[in-house]
């Protein structure tokens, strides 16, 4: 029995590398991917940039939306079997859309990559980890998130590098085909929690953890607002330093350090709510966030944005883990799966208003000045929020069997 416990002990971190790994690809692409496609197909084609900020836009949403359905779906049916499935869609999308030449065709197959793909494999994935550390969950989903800050640095830079190179249409391809060489194999080391059943799991019960029905909406109306904050600079970054006169490739490189920076942000403050609270920890992150992220508007030398871009992305990488955290901290596992997709879809909501929103201004005005502006009190606005559930729950709550 001990043999076996040890056995599934050390399998658990094969779960967390394996997921880590796939949301660096999924998400890194779906989140984010679009930012180094926006100037070039504004170029090809003539397009308005806030009808390119579309395409991202339209990818998030459908992983919005497809989440609702997708984390419930792996919590009947195993979470194996559904990342799968999307770590399919996703390729076979990225593939099909390397021959795409009209907004409309873009927008459908970046709609069918979220809804079908990247949905079903965020929020299954997270869940997962989740409860294969019934206690301690923080540090795992810390690693587990990390692995998206890391997409979310080498898939546009990386994605830049070979629109230089290759053309739209060739990244677009080799994108797709490297989500089916890598994906599918990851995904077949996602074995259920076994562990919890071993004799690991808290022995509580769901009138232990604060009301679903206060944590839950609540959460919706922060991960909206915060998510708003963090995708202006996630899309609008790169053309951002590009407006400043600086090509592609030397842009492209800022977001890759700053996310770089934040894959230790999303470790250290996965390790932070393990040790002051997920509440706490999601507070501080985005207080470091909202205080910082005006900041870009103000320089204009490119050394410059390699030294704050840094400091400002340790800091917003916290959020999202801080997010998932007090998520799994404050919710029942039977229902876990479910708030996940719920929360998770506002948080994909807010991501398509913040890349919308950057696009659209910068079309009104020729400058993302009122973007970050605008990005900035979607933050502190998140804080109220967020504090308001803090003080609703603060007592027992904030003791829930996850935190504890």
Sequence with gaps: ?????????????????????????????????MSAYVVPLESLHGWDRADVSLINVSGIMGLA??????????????????????????????????????????YTLMFIAGFFGAAGIFAPIISLVGKWF??????AIGIASAGQALGQGFVPFGSAVLINSLGVSSALAITGGLM???????????????????????????????????????????????????????????????????????????IFLMLMVGVLGRIAFGKLADVIGAIPAYMTATGWMTLLIFGFILIDDLSTFYIYAPIYGFGYAGVMTGVLATVAAHTPPARRGFAMGVVTMFGWFGHANGGFLGGYLYDMTND?????????????????????LLWKIRGPGETSPAAA
Aim: hydrophobic letters at 50%; proline letters at 5%.
């Design 1 to 33: 029995m001990q043999d076996r416990i040890s056995e599934l002990s050390t399998y658990r971190w094969i779960v967390v590398t394996a997921a880590a790994l796939i949301l660096a690809l999924a998400m890194g692409s779906i989140v984010n991917g």
């Design 65 to 106: 939306l497809g989440g609702l359905l997708m984390g419930s779906v792996a919590d009947r049916f195993g979470t194996r079997s559904v990342v799968l499935f999307g770590s399919t869609i996703m390729g076979l999308s990225y593939l099909s859309s390397a021959l795409a030449d009209q907004l409309w065709q873009y």
């Design 134 to 139: 019934p206690v301690g969950a923080g540090l």
């Design 180 to 254: 089916l060489a890598v994906l599918l194999p990851l995904a077949s080391l996602l074995r259920p929690a076994e562990l919890a059943r071993d004799g690991h799991a808290s022995c509580v019960g769901d009138q232990d953890y604060p009301p679903i029905r206060l944590v839950v909406p609540m959460m919706c109306v922060a991960i909206f607002l915060c998510c708003t904050c963090m995708s202006v600079p996630l899309m609008h970054l790169v053309p951002h330093i590009q407006g400043r006169g600086y090509s592609a490739d030397q842009a492209g490189g800022v």
């Design 368 to 388: 993302y000045a009122a973007a970050y502006g605008i990005a900035a009190l979607a933050g502190a606005l998140n804080l109220l929020v967020v504090g308001t």
